[in-house]
């Protein structure tokens, strides 16, 4: 390396999203820079944000300096608006990485999914290793959610991403099921190295379910069941609100839905088509009220349609078990959140699809069948053992010195 004795390792990471995007990848991403930042310098090559604004630019935030390179940043529920999004971020990253000063790794998540194709090639100029953070499994999740139907793009994806999985140095799956499906695409096993995403269980921890978040939004009084995040396609949000068309009869019970995505503006005609006066939805709440918003909840549902197990991790999961609350998931068995939730004793699973079944979970929850506050107890110690931030920036600092030093 042509790093002087006691300089710092040099991180180069790259993804479009970064705080003070709402993106999961955003908050992930810079939480992780941050905590790097103690002992790397870090720089991150990201695109700009239309909401909320970012404008191309060079900045230090958090001891991190974030190059907001130009690329478009039109509505991403609009797919070739997304990928024009994607190409202008791909080409103006691909530049910016040539032109950085030196580093000693390079690092990238994977919005949008062949950004790692670039970061190879950036890494591959200046001999530095590559790790990869696989945040989900690409083309794969689109083709199960019918978003891609393409054989010739979907062929192509499926080339470029095998590509990368092949070469890079490391590959971060952010579970068991997903090192299963990387493997399966090409990614040598013994590079690919498990670090589930995290939460931080000192700024969510467990509050009474009547607070001043709850009372302020009606629900003190009621048995509110709660989705918190994202509103998208793989979440399968479908589910829950017809299931609420068998709960009629309960009249204190409140289904709420808590943020946006592409599929929210469906999802509040599906509920006025079925006259489900129980649904509620809210938008994104401040991550200072995370706290109590979710500790408004008896229970919470993660969904994750079928199919997509090891294809995308939902990382909500955490928050809800950092604020001690008992979960029901609606995915396959052997989805990772299924298989934490199982082991751990902190909620219950069903099938995923199946309003019925998800509505008899709901059910057994309100009549007292459940032990919701063993499960959310026993949700709370696994996040502070094992996916608390400290652990998992722990991994990675292990993991990016080694690599910074080979």
Request: proline share 5%; net charge neutral; with cysteine.
């Amino acid at each position: 390396m042509s790093r002087r004795k006691g300089e710092r390792p040099r991180l180069l990471v790259m993804n479009q999203y970064y705080a003070p995007g709402f993106e999961a990848t955003a908050y992930l991403l810079s939480q992780l820079c941050a905590a790097l930042a103690e002992d790397f310098d870090v720089a991150v090559v990201t695109g700009r944000l239309a909401t909320p604004r970012a404008d191309p630019g060079r900045t230090v935030v958090d001891g991190v300096e974030v190059l907001r390179v130009r690329s478009t940043a039109f509505d991403r529920s609009n797919l070739p608006l997304r990928a024009l999004n994607y190409v202008t971020y791909l080409l103006s990253s691909l530049r910016a990485g040539l032109f950085a000063r030196k580093p000693d790794v390079v690092l990238c998540m994977t919005d949008p999914p062949v950004i790692a194709d670039v970061a190879l090639l950036v890494a591959r100029r200046y001999r530095a290793p590559l790790v990869v953070v696989s945040q989900d499994v690409f083309p794969e999740i689109a083709v199960e959610l019918k978003r891609l139907e393409s054989k010739p793009l979907i062929e192509l994806l499926r080339t470029l991403i095998g590509f990368y999985l092949r070469r890079a140095d490391r590959v971060v799956a952010i579970g068991e099921t997903m090192r299963a499906r990387l493997e399966e695409k090409g990614a040598p096993a013994d590079r690919i190295t498990v670090i589930p995403n995290w939460v931080d269980t000192h700024a969510i921890t467990p509050a009474a379910k009547d607070n001043d978040w709850s009372r302020e939004q009606g629900l003190g009084d009621a048995f509110v069941v709660m989705h918190s995040g994202n509103v998208g396609h793989a979440q399968n949000l479908d589910a829950l609100v017809r299931a609420t068309t068998f709960l009629r009869d309960l009249d204190d019970l409140l289904v709420t839905i808590i943020g946006g995505g592409a599929r929210h503006a469906e999802l509040v005609e599906l509920s006025e088509r079925l006259e489900t006066d129980q649904v509620r939805f809210l938008g994104y709440q401040p991550r200072e009220l995370l706290s109590l918003s979710l500790s408004a909840a008896d229970v919470h549902v993660v969904g994750l349609a079928r199919g997509l197990s090891g294809y995308v991790v939902p990382s909500r999961l955490y928050g809800i078990l950092a604020a001690g609350r008992p979960v029901i998931v609606a995915a396959d068995p052997d989805s990772e959140t299924a298989r934490v939730v199982l082991q751990e004793g902190c909620g219950v699973v069903v099938a995923p699809g199946r309003p019925e079944l998800l509505a008899q979970a709901i059910r057994s929850a309100y009549d007292g069948e459940l032990d919701l506050a063993g499960m959310g107890a026993r949700g709370r110690a696994y996040v502070v053992r094992e996916a608390d931030r400290s652990v998992a920036f722990d991994r990675y600092r292990s993991m990016l010195r080694e690599l910074a030093h080979a």
